[in-house]
């Protein structure tokens, strides 16, 4: 899968998604990242992006021209229409369901947005869509950007060591991920479950699901909710509440 991030930054990417796992996958064919500084594409002798808002108004807007002309130069080195993305708090909020979907598409462009936004016609004529990660406000769109690459980059193939690991984690199956544990099984006086010591894979897959439903029910409730939980799943969490009351 390929992602083509156009930003005025590109040095941030390379700092954060140059190493660790997203490093090695990339160095290893898994994933292609390329990321373009928006200032390459401006027609402008100062090599300007941004401009004054028509209407009046605080800040400054992004041009379209650089952007309209960074996104056709990708798009011409790849052999399918890319998926662009702009980075914009309009936009439907970033989730795991979200990155298994975007795994559909082979290329990827994603637009960071910086100032008070970007010029409407490029969010009229190329984006395909547009997400944000929450209910914040960010300089730029450059670190929302790196946090989806890295999630969807996740979960291509060869990116992990363990290939199934990624389905295991937080989110993967709607709930919390269970308590994690390593040496020393006694530190300071607070001790690993025993049944996770024991051996016994059945009776640790239960605690597993368990503690998964328990945290889910303590510290996202809400994800509850949208679950279609299984008839054991419900029998679970009803004890849980129960044991809570």
């Not at 960074?70 to 080195?77: G, P």
């Amino acid at each position: 899968m390929r992602f083509d991030v156009v930003t005025l930054f590109p040095e941030m990417f390379e700092a954060v998604l140059g190493g660790s796992i997203i490093g090695r996958a990339r160095k290893n064919g898994a994933v292609d990242l390329n990321f373009h500084n928006l200032r390459d594409y401006s027609q402008d002798k100062h090599k300007r992006v941004d401009d004054y808002p028509y209407g009046g108004g605080l800040g400054m807007v992004m041009q379209c021209q650089p952007i309209f002309s960074a996104v056709e130069e990708i798009t011409k080195m790849l052999d399918v229409k890319p998926h662009v993305i702009l980075m914009s708090p309009k936009g439907k909020t970033f989730s795991q369901n979200k990155a298994k979907e975007l795994l559909q598409h082979d290329n990827v462009i994603i637009i960071c947005g910086h100032y008070e936004g970007i010029d409407e016609r490029v969010v009229q004529s190329i984006v395909d869509e547009e997400i944000y990660i929450g209910d914040f406000i960010l300089t730029g769109g450059e670190i929302a950007a790196m946090a989806i690459v890295d999630a969807i980059s996740r979960l291509l193939p060869g990116v992990l060591k363990e290939e199934d690991s990624h389905n295991i984690e937080s989110f993967s199956n709607g709930l919390l991920e269970y308590p994690q544990y390593t040496r020393p099984v006694d530190y300071r006086g607070m001790k690993v479950p025993d049944i996770l010591l024991s051996g016994h894979h059945e009776n640790i897959e239960k605690w597993r699901n368990y503690y998964s439903l328990k945290e889910t029910y303590l510290k996202r409730p809400d994800l509850l909710d949208i679950l279609d939980l299984t008839k054991e799943e419900k029998q679970i969490l009803n004890r849980i509440i129960e044991e809570e009351k």
